[in-house]
């Protein structure tokens, strides 16, 4: 059976021009053929299972039988030509499988300009709810419909650590983040992910503090205030991460540090809709160590 792009899953179907850049061709014509061919998409798709597979969660009994796993492997050296020739000829349809390395090389001048639009492609924000896979939507509605306020904040702080860890963008993000260069195109990359992670959450949080009765207060946007959160919630998974055993999240969402400091955020910007202070955060706390002064002098 003969396969068109059009019969890629979500996102390889999409149109990837303005994202792969770098593929051969003398020809404009014939490079923007290229961009979107099935080709591409399989050799794009061949990348992301080497990053899943390398950077995604992990049993611990697959890790110990893994005895050619170095034990500090890091960056991207598992993306190399060889091991991306021999995905290749593993894919599954509707995806193109290629055997050696000669379609490969007849597709891209150079591995650094493939790495460059793999990377490119898997931060682009179509790939975001991919591979998050964890039912924002469902999230979004505990906040607004869930009878407790604070347990659904609980509980949503919880489940979006543990999804955040589950992810290989969030491992490849960071690797990338911490080794990038300059001007070398990855924040531009990063920042385009970003913007399909916290879109909707920003849609969620305007929602949810409007059903709660709540209003933001003066000095903070909703997009600073979205952004914090996501601070929040990123920190606590790289801590998650680097040391599972630090009691960041247990079995239970009850109490979880991840809710906790979100809620002690929420509860110093959001302030009652029909009880509005008029002031910012800093001019309430400034207010408050002032009084506890004067009572302190007063005594």
Known sequence: MAYDKKDLPYPYNQDLSGIVTRVKGVRKSTRDALVNSLKVASYLKAGAN???????????????ADSDRKPYWSGLRFLTERAL?????????PFLRQK??????????????????????????????????????TRGDWLITDRSFVDAVERAAYHEVRAICRMPLFRLQLIMAATADRNDGIHDAIANNYAGALEPWMKIYAETIAARGYQLRQGITLEEFTNILAAITEGFAVHQLGDPGAGIIGEDPAGNLAGKAILAMMHSYLEPIDEPSGRTLRELFESGANDDTATTDGD
């Open 50 to 64: 080497l990053v899943e597979h390398n950077l995604g969660a992990r049993d611990p009994g697959e890790c110990a």
């Open 85 to 93: 020739s021999r995905e290749m000829e593993t894919l599954s349809p």
């Open 100 to 137: 050696g390395d000669g379609p490969y090389r007849a597709t891209w001048a150079c591995h650094d300009d493939y790495i460059n639009d793999l990377l490119t492609f898997l931060f682009h924000a179509m790939n975001y709810d991919p591979q998050y896979g964890a039912g924002l939507e």
